[in-house]
């Protein structure tokens, strides 16, 4: 951990100067408190800095809690062995899979599963008490329950250093989710003009707590957190169900793990209570499992947190990129891509370029970074990897 100024602590090695100067400018904001903490994986975003942990007394940044909030990842270890899988198609089994879930946008999803409609009647009845309407942000708002998503969305099927076979996923609050943030990211920078706020950056506009604006985001907030969590709950029970009918026999659950990391949650620090909004970090209290997956082709990790005041409770969330998209697509191949893919079972397509191990920092750099934040328990290796569009 460095220190970087009174209100701005980091855990990253590797990180560039604009991230810094992003980070340095949010954490100026009169309402941080005790301080901003960047994690291991942080690199440059909209407004805040993707990999951050920004905790706020009495006013939240939309942007600084994301687009697609309550992204997250969730787990499953399974009863079977590397050995079960032996001489199987591992081709056929990522085909299954990416016929029973949605993948790209969801657009094109046109049924609701049976499966997923107790969750949707959850949903219903969460967004009745918040007292709103999500098909006013997306009108098909429950088809997309149990649909992937594009980008660096995923589904992958791995062994840990055990040969245990998990499934492991990557997803988020979907398109109602993302719509709910822009619509509120838009009504704090209309307060800002209308109270005359100067502000350093348009994307770093706040809700005051307890004005009607601030309410409603909380309620909205809280509400495309569940769906992101049961978005992915329901996805990950199709994935075991492809998985025990590839296999030929029922996937028994051993250990189940779902965590956010793009969403705010009202905690104690240092001695006041708090909004910690972590845009891209987990949540990561003593003995709190957690998730921190590698890009596309490199290891995973399921791992315990370990409460580091300093981090309040925060670790990384992954590799991060340290270059764009439209960098990822001119510097490098197909072929690059295919060579860092060897002995993984994938979709084979220019599509996944912007997605290559070499667009991120190397997460055992990551992992080494956070070594005072969490403890590994299981280090993941993939065998099949299912991307959205």
């Known amino acids: 951990m460095e ?11 590797l990180i560039e100067e604009n991230t810094l100067d992003q980070a340095r400018t949010a954490s100026s904001m009169p309402f941080i408190y005790p301080h901003l903490a960047l994690m291991p994986d942080a690199h440059l975003g909209r407004g ?9 007394l009495g006013a939240i940044v939309p942007a600084a809690v ?4 309550g992204c997250g990842m969730i787990a499953v270890r399974t009863q079977l062995v590397r050995d079960d899988l032996a001489g199987r198609d591992l081709a056929e089994l990522r085909s299954q899979i990416e016929r029973s879930i949605p993948l790209s946008a969801g657009h094109d999803n046109r049924t609701i599963r049976h499966t997923a409609e107790p969750r949707i009647a959850e949903l219903e009845a969460l967004a009745e008490q ?31 250093e055990t040969d245990r076979v998990w499934m492991f996923l990557h997803s988020g609050s979907r398109g109602v989710g993302n719509k709910i943030a822009q619509h509120h990211i838009k009504v704090a920078q209309r307060l800002a003009k209308q109270w005359w706020i100067d502000l350093p950056e348009p994307d770093l506009a706040y809700l005051v707590e307890g004005t009607p604006e601030f309410t409603r985001y909380i309620r909205e907030l809280r509400w495309a957190q569940r769906f992101a969590l049961l978005n992915r709950e329901e996805m990950m029970d199709r994935v075991a169900d492809q998985l025990g009918r590839w296999m030929g026999v029922p996937i028994d659950e051993l250990e189940r793990i779902n ?9 104690q620090h240092f001695g006041k209570r708090v909004w910690v ?13 957690g998730l921190i997956p590698g890009s596309m082709g490199t290891a995973s990790y399921v791992v315990e947190g370990l409460g580091n005041p300093l981090s309040l409770h925060s670790a990384p969330h992954g590799a991060g990129r340290t270059r764009s998209r439209a960098a990822a697509r001119r510097e490098f191949t197909r072929e690059q891509l295919q060579e860092a893919m060897v002995g993984i079972e994938y979709r084979d397509t ?28 299981h280090t993941l290796r993939q065998l099949v990897n299912v991307k959205g569009d």
């Not at 220190?3 to 090695?13: D, F, H, I, M, Q």
Request: charged share 25%.
């Open 130 to 160: 918040a007292g709103f309407d999500p098909a006013s942000y997306a009108g098909r708002w429950r088809e997309q329950l149990g649909s992937l998503g594009s980008g660096n969305h995923f589904i992958e099927v791995s062994v840990d």
């Open 3 to 13: 220190k970087l100024t009174n209100r701005l602590l980091s855990w990253a090695s």
């Open 350 to 377: 220019d599509a996944f370029i912007d997605e290559i191990p070499q667009a991120y920092k190397p997460i055992d750099q990551v992992m080494a970074d956070a070594a005072d934040l969490v403890r590994v328990r």
């Open 66 to 69: 994301g687009v697609d909030i």
């Open 48 to 56: 805040a800095t993707v990999g951050s942990v920004i905790p706020t």
């Open 259 to 267: 965590c956010h990391h793009n969403f705010t949650e009202s905690e």
């Open 277 to 289: 909004s972590r845009k891209g970090a987990i949540q990561a209290d003593a003995g709190r499992m």
